[in-house]
């Protein structure tokens, strides 16, 4: 059989990528980006403002045009590629990163009317300007007992869609009142290019409405209209009727006028849109039993479930939510505040110029650290430098590092810091085994991944499960092609599709049998400092959480003579 | 009437130091210092033993005979001295550093068959070969419900008298059967120089005796004979039955041998012995109501209280002995295990580039923390690492610091390791009125005083009270030659003395209101931490900890806008 190819866009927060791949074999044939052109590398900025980060609709639709016209461009100079074998194309983008658009479902920073208008642009993913709103919602929903946060953490967030749509009301009512409809940019996407754009028809995906909307099934959809009256009179004209779907399921097919522009035939069926992480973990291979966790400043832990095993709300995790990863699956989104910011933290702010600046001294410090055995500096830290996303939810709680002496080193502390965050996401898998989700193995994706082999060997021994790094270095995009190639039919099942299009390197760290012995000595003594500044319900004693430490400390030098 | 002076000896870890002071005004004539010749600056190691630590007996005595001579010498330059003035000497040295002599008196170090053996010379108070036989004592003393160790904190320390020597009988049985007794270094220069070193008639001093060697009238003196022999068969040869008495009583006169080689007339009354860092209080002030801080890399906290006042045990004090400061007097002595260290620690291990190294970083950062505001970094330190020795009297605890965010530096960090410090100083004087003794303002002396203006800022606010500088930057010396002054009689009591002879520089240093408030509340952080991990019956929660400096640090910022 001929040669078929799906192409996957990803939409990140200063470019959009469009990777063109052999759907029997995941092999990438070709990828082009486009780096946004507007504003601070793609972000529009307000400097009297700095919780505001917007976008401009422009840049997206020119990124479309021009990434997938320039990877098909390249990918023509591949034999065996032709426009032709392009059976399907998927989506991927930030999220919440709400758009107002008007009746038409034109995005109303594409006219002229509100091109300049900041509020009328994407209101990107980590723009904060909302903290207030998201604070009220927080409020109401616990006070009249709604279940609306249950499967979002218990916090609703700033960065999240109606929190955005509330302070648009309240702060620039121009756009509020022109707007017919805020569309994530997952499904504005998908729509624009297949000239579904109509707010009542356009598809929404299940992935940025459940775990940004407060979309669930249970309570039929959207939260209700009283409720979103009760935050912000007006709110519920927002809501909307139609059936939130999961990415197997088609936003349309490829319009001709875009088709032309890209140099594809029209017709290609769309996937519905879903966010990055959760279609990266798909291209990682996350699966029933393998976690994906996407590691850089901070992490985005994404696992499944089957639908058939009727979880229940897992306490402190930010995202529980049908379908949204992949479907017949419960999707779970977990996360850790901090990983690579808090080893940045450290070199930029605590690293003595012997070991140099940036990643000079990155790599030095890895290297010292790398010669010290687990438990043998006598120090632990928590990993709270930028608070605690996964599973305590509070952003107001900070670091913690225990057991300096006089002679304690740089390489000493860089490597605690590590371990902290090793112990994070422990804990984040241990609350999932807890609730019935087994987790049998890891597949880290991400910078760190890929340049770190001692914090990989660190992970594999603190959380005694081998830790794989997935093969591909565009796994985002990657992940959106095999949503394209499911949703166009080539597949039945995402995991069909990835057992075909989707792999780890051979590289495997193993768990150390000795050193996974001292980590859990190690970890208790996390799990301690974790209880007892975390939650409020801890009764044990601290007493000698410093005593052990020296104990580990001592047999650990002991029994290295 | 015609001017007089008396001179004192301080014997340091490196060297020894002479001080010809003017006792109607203090006023220092003039000083000579001798640097110890033998081993490393004095101090002869082991290679083969980190723990050893020994000092050759002649240093001491070519010490006091170079540096008196010398500072004699010079004196003879200034209009009104004149060597038939001096009234009196003092002496004062580092302790337990006990000396084995033999049935004449002579340290067995100066005999040609011992000159070698690093068993036979001064165990300097820092050798920790001992620290087995400590262990023992502890265990021993409290098993047998013994009262011993009421008076010292509740446990025997490595570097004490005893220890060291149980541990010479067991590990160089040919010294301890040549030695007929042991002699604290702090009576052996007395002794000496006034030719009174037979043991049964030599002077010893209750500072040393009381503090080092858990000899209290209480119980008799020294512990039981048959406690001593529980420790090791034979130990209890080395108790002494002399009466042990402060430093207002003369160990004897000036012998004419010695008298000759310093350039002095024979006949100048010598004063009873005592350590450094008591006779270092006295020279720089101490009296009831007054703490006096020792501040260097540790310090020493020295405090009197009326004998009338019958003080009770003071859990945590390192030693409470009457008159072993000031005569009538109870004298109290506290420590904490690192200051200077804990700042050092961080300049060398964690402290970036930009800041420079050494003396360079150290101004640096104080510039750079002296811009903070108190509680505006969010951070608190406990300052454990060389563990805490008031009020924990635990050697085994370690550093902790908390608050840290992405955004916290090197000179918040630094700050508030110098605050840990300010809060361990507080905790001690809060025990100390806990127990009924009054600490109305601090004195402090030692380096960190003279160099470091936000340190001793840091330390008025956070304990609230006046900080002062003692004017005299040989306090031990001067205290010394104020016992050698009064023991000769011409003072009738040592305050007599302390108020003509000692007095504060004009710099005072006041608690600044709005920072005491703040402080307050980092203190009840600091002591919660402190009773949580420090203690064994702590039954609060921390949940609220990270919480509440987040809350202190956000008025803070928002108050100075």
Chains 1, 2 share one sequence.
């Not at 897992?314 to 779970?332: H, K, N, R």
């Amino acid at each position: 059989m001929a040669q078929q190819f799906a192409i996957g866009v990803d939409y990140g927060t200063n470019s959009a990528r469009a990777l063109v791949v052999d759907i029997a074999t995941g092999a990438e044939i070709a990828a082009e980006v486009y780096d946004y052109r507007r504003g601070d590398a793609g972000v529009l900025l307000d400097s009297s403002d700095p919780n505001l980060a917007r976008q401009s609709p422009a840049d997206y639709i020119e990124g479309f045009l021009s990434a997938v016209a320039g990877a098909v461009t390249k990918a023509k100079q591949t034999a065996g590629f032709d426009p032709q074998r392009v059976v399907g194309i998927g989506v991927d983008t930030t999220g919440s990163t709400p758009i107002p658009v008007n009746a038409e479902g034109v995005a109303l920073a594409l006219l002229d009317e509100f091109k300049d208008d900041l509020a009328a642009q994407a209101w990107l993913w980590k723009d904060h300007t909302a903290h207030r709103e998201a604070e009220e919602i927080t409020r109401k929903a616990r006070g009249g007992e709604y279940p609306y946060l249950a499967k979002c953490g218990g916090v609703y967030s700033s960065e999240w869609y109606w929190s955005k749509i509330a302070h648009c009301m309240r702060t620039a009512p121009q756009v509020a009142r022109s707007a017919a409809a805020w569309v994530e940019l997952a499904d504005y996407v998908p729509a624009y290019v297949t000239g579904n754009l109509h707010p009542s028809k356009l598809a929404r995906g299940i992935c940025a409405a459940g775990h940004k909307a407060m979309y669930h099934e249970e309570w039929g959809g959207l939260p209700s209209a009283e409720f979103l009256e009760s935050v912000e009179p007006g709110l519920s004209r927002f809501r909307f009727d139609t059936k939130a779907v999961p990415s197997n399921h088609q936003a349309g097919l490829l319009c001709a006028e875009v088709a032309e522009q890209v140099g594809l035939p029209a017709g290609i069926p769309v996937a519905v849109g879903a966010f990055d992480a959760h279609m990266g973990a798909v291209g990682s291979g996350c699966g029933e039993g393998t976690l994906v966790k996407i590691m850089g400043t901070s992490t985005c832990d994404c696992m499944v479930a089957p639908l058939s095993k009727r979880l229940p709300d897992v306490p402190g995790l930010c995202g529980i939510v049908p379908e949204s990863i992949i479907p017949g699956m419960y999707g779970l989104e977990a996360g850790q505040s901090a990983v690579g910011d808090i080893f940045n933290w450290f070199v930029k702010r605590l690293t003595p110029g012997e070991f140099g600046t940036g990643a000079e001294a990155h790599a030095k410090l890895t290297d010292a650290a790398a010669k010290l055995r687990p438990g043998e500096s006598g120090l632990v830290a928590l990993d709270w430098n930028n608070g605690n996303r996964t599973i305590l939810t509070d952003p107001l709680l900070t670091g913690l590092l225990i057991g300096q002496t006089l002679h304690t080193t740089a390489p000493e502390v860089y490597r605690a810091l590590v371990e902290a965050t090793a112990f994070g996401a422990l804990t984040i898998i241990n609350r999932m085994e807890e609730y019935g989700v087994h987790v049998a193995e890891v597949i880290v994706c991400g910078g760190i991944a890929e340049k770190n082999p001692l914090v990989m060997q660190i992970y594999a021994d603190v959380t005694n499960r081998p830790m794989k790094t997935s093969r591909s270095g565009q796994t985002c995009a990657l992940g959106a092609a095999i949503f394209g190639a499911v949703a166009a039919g080539a597949y039945q099942t995402v995991e069909a599709a990835q057992a075909k299009m989707t792999g780890v390197k051979s590289t495997l760290y193993e768990p150390i049998a000795a050193n996974v012995a001292v980590y859990a000595k190690l970890y208790s003594v996390y799990k301690t400092l974790h209880d007892a500044f975390g939650t409020t319900g801890f009764s044990g004693s601290l007493s000698g959480v410093m005593k052990d430490l020296v104990a580990i400390r001592h047999d650990v030098r002991r029994g290295a003579k």
